[in-house]
T-cell receptor, first 111, second 110 residues
């Protein structure tokens, strides 16, 4: 089975722009969670989607949003980028169940 | 909210040495996972271990849920074991939301 895939792998944007990241879960997995990793804050939960519905949301501003499609693929969007949004964004999929499996991440740099 | 603390924060070993990494959590959990983050950033699943002991090759893990801690043992370490090890938990009401510790950065020297 193919693993979780994320595109793009690397991205450079400037302040004020917006960005969309994509995640394709493992085949048969219907839950997708997103995490942000920064050196200062570590790994933090952004949101989780199941059956195209957001079930859970972390403590992030409204500039961070996401959605899930009927094929379970998910996208997250960050609008009005700030320097502090520079991070590794990780997507994880699950059946849903107790185990989450992570993709390789998208490394976003905001200049 | 629940707190997850890992120790030590940094660990330097010579190849062939053994090590124990610890994860303490402040409340009852439904799920505990150990991950290894490789130099490229990907989190690799090591163990799903809400309780009990599991072994996989040179790695083993034990979780004592009643005492709220988990241990990851690495035996006969290799340079490829280098990276950051994270434990992550989820608890009631946080479905799909893993709470991560800050990790243990392991460096294995040849």
């Amino acid at each position: 089975k193919a693993g979780v895939t994320q595109t793009p792998r690397y991205l450079i944007k400037t302040r004020g722009q917006q960005v969309t990241l994509s995640c394709s879960p493992i085949s048969g997995h219907r839950s997708v969670s997103w995490y942000q990793q920064t050196p200062g804050q570590g790994l933090q939960f952004l949101f989780e989607y199941f059956s195209e519905t957001q079930r859970n949301k972390g403590n992030f501003p409204g500039r961070f949003s996401g959605r899930q499609f009927s094929n379970s693929r998910s996208e997250m969007n960050v609008s009005t980028l700030e320097l502090g949004d520079s991070a590794l964004y990780l997507c994880a999929s699950s059946i849903p169940g107790p185990q989450q499996f992570f993709g390789p991440g998208t490394r976003l740099t905001v200049l | 909210g629940i707190q997850v603390e890992q120790s030590p924060p940094d660990l330097i070993l010579q190849e062939g040495a053994n090590s124990t990494l610890r994860c303490n959590f402040s409340d009852s959990v439904n799920n505990l996972q150990w991950f290894h983050q490789n130099p490229w950033g990907q989190l690799i699943n090591l163990f799903y271990i809400p309780s009990g002991t599991k072994q996989n090759g040179r790695l083993s893990a034990t979780t004592v849920a009643t005492e709220r801690y988990s241990l990851l043992y690495i035996s006969s370490s290799q340079t490829t074991d280098s990276g950051v090890y994270f434990c992550a938990v989820d608890y009631g009401g946080s479905q799909g939301n893993l709470i991560f510790g800050k990790g243990t950065k392991l460096s294995v020297k040849p």
